[in-house]
């Protein structure tokens, strides 16, 4: 008989010093792991948003400079996102396909200044409608297949700019193929697709439709096409189809509340997944340090250490920056 299997259990071997925790650990976070969201405007100065307090709207000019500042810090990415002004906004949203809109001429600036640096857009119609719907609103529906045409243009507008990476946002059916098979027609046969493959209609999003001017009006919801947040094993159809179209990523929004989706996916999933850590979660770890009540960094650095742990292999989060130099020390 083994006496050994008799001897106390003793767990906190592995906790008892820095180094031996160091040995032990099964999850760590590196720079690369972040992408970081990114508001730009048409303006020529920075504003600070102030529905999200410590993140910026960015002149053309800032965002170079700040994009200079992620790569340096070893952030892997910027996914982009324009308040449009009010002016340009349409019940069409025919901005989103402008090839000499705020949104290409970002790209170009990034692509230009700091090469290293991978940029993702964001393909969907809610800034750019009168609506603030992500698609097209006809006879007071959102329609699906005219609005993947319209997707479409916009990513290969995108794609022409110097897009590494389009992220279609809109949950409309069947647009990851249409958009595969129109950049692929192009010659943009390497440019990815992150796909929000499991996108929640959810009470989170407050701050960065703000952030946007992009709530959507006349008091109709997007429940019609973004995932019922009850809802778990239709995330996998998701999956499925995403990329079986061709996704090479795929997406779930928003994170924290979804740590058993990104696990699920995670398991099942043959491409990466990633989450969104999006501003109401943000914003929540902003308001508590403020009032005094947790300590912000290290609520923050927790927050996206519970994400990776839950399978996702990158996270955009308003963090990014913040977190990849605490990582550096």
């Given at each position: 008989?083994?006496?050994?299997?008799?001897?106390?259990?003793?767990?906190?071997?592995?906790?008892?010093?820095?180094?031996?925790?160091?040995?032990?650990?099964?999850?760590?976070?590196?720079?690369?792991?972040?992408?970081?969201?990114?508001?730009?405007?048409?303006?020529?100065?920075?504003?600070?948003?102030?529905?999200?307090?410590?993140?910026?709207?960015?002149?053309?000019?800032?965002?170079?400079?700040?994009?200079?500042?992620?790569?340096?810090?070893?952030?892997?990415?910027?996914?982009?996102?324009?308040?449009?002004?009010?002016?340009?906004?349409?019940?069409?949203?025919?901005?989103?396909?402008?090839?000499?809109?705020?949104?290409?001429?970002?790209?170009?600036?990034?692509?230009?200044?700091?090469?290293?640096?991978?940029?993702?857009?964001?393909?969907?119609?809610?800034?750019?409608?009168?609506?603030?719907?992500?698609?097209?609103?006809?006879?007071?529906?959102?329609?699906?297949?005219?609005?993947?045409?319209?997707?479409?243009?916009?990513?290969?507008?995108?794609?022409?700019?110097?897009?590494?990476?389009?992220?279609?946002?809109?949950?409309?059916?069947?647009?990851?193929?249409?958009?595969?098979?129109?950049?692929?027609?192009?010659?943009?046969?390497?440019?990815?697709?992150?796909?929000?493959?499991?996108?929640?209609?959810?009470?989170?999003?407050?701050?960065?439709?703000?952030?946007?001017?992009?709530?959507?009006?006349?008091?109709?919801?997007?429940?019609?096409?973004?995932?019922?947040?009850?809802?778990?094993?239709?995330?996998?159809?998701?999956?499925?189809?995403?990329?079986?179209?061709?996704?090479?990523?795929?997406?779930?929004?928003?994170?924290?509340?979804?740590?058993?989706?990104?696990?699920?996916?995670?398991?099942?999933?043959?491409?990466?997944?990633?989450?969104?850590?999006?501003?109401?979660?943000?914003?929540?770890?902003?308001?508590?340090?403020?009032?005094?009540?947790?300590?912000?960094?290290?609520?923050?650095?927790?927050?996206?250490?519970?994400?990776?742990?839950?399978?996702?292999?990158?996270?955009?989060?308003?963090y990014a920056l913040d977190a990849a130099r605490?990582?550096?020390?």
């Amino acid at each position: 008989m083994n006496d050994a299997l008799h001897l106390p259990q003793r767990p906190r071997r592995n906790r008892v010093s820095a180094a031996i925790r160091s040995m032990a650990r099964e999850t760590i976070l590196h720079p690369g792991d972040f992408i970081q969201p990114v508001f730009v405007h048409d303006g020529t100065t920075d504003e600070p948003v102030d529905s999200m307090p410590g993140q910026q709207r960015w002149s053309l000019d800032g965002l170079v400079t700040f994009a200079r500042t992620l790569a340096d810090a070893g952030v892997s990415g910027i996914d982009l996102f324009g308040r449009i002004p009010s002016h340009l906004k349409t019940p069409m949203g025919e901005e989103a396909t402008n090839p000499d809109g705020l949104i290409p001429q970002a790209i170009a600036a990034v692509k230009a200044a700091v090469p290293e640096l991978a940029v993702m857009t964001d393909v969907a119609l809610d800034p750019y409608t009168t609506t603030g719907q992500d698609g097209l609103v006809i006879g007071g529906e959102v329609v699906n297949d005219p609005t993947v045409a319209v997707l479409v243009q916009q990513a290969l507008t995108h794609a022409r700019a110097g897009a590494d990476l389009i992220g279609p946002s809109d949950m409309m059916d069947g647009r990851v193929g249409e958009i595969r098979s129109a950049l692929d027609a192009e010659g943009f046969t390497n440019v990815g697709i992150m796909s929000y493959t499991a996108k929640y209609a959810s009470a989170y999003y407050g701050p960065f439709r703000g952030a946007l001017d992009s709530a959507p009006a006349g008091g109709m919801g997007k429940e019609t096409y973004q995932m019922d947040p009850a809802n778990s094993r239709e995330a996998l159809r998701e999956l499925d189809l995403d990329v079986a179209e061709g996704a090479d990523m795929v997406m779930v929004k928003p994170a924290g509340p979804c740590l058993d989706i990104i696990a699920r996916l995670a398991d099942y999933s043959p491409v990466p997944v990633t989450a969104y850590q999006v501003s109401g979660e943000y914003l929540m770890i902003e308001a508590a340090a403020q009032s005094g009540w947790i300590d912000r960094d290290a609520v923050m650095m927790e927050s996206l250490l519970g994400i990776k742990r839950a399978g996702a292999s990158a996270i955009l989060t308003y963090y990014a920056l913040d977190a990849a130099r605490r990582l550096q020390g």
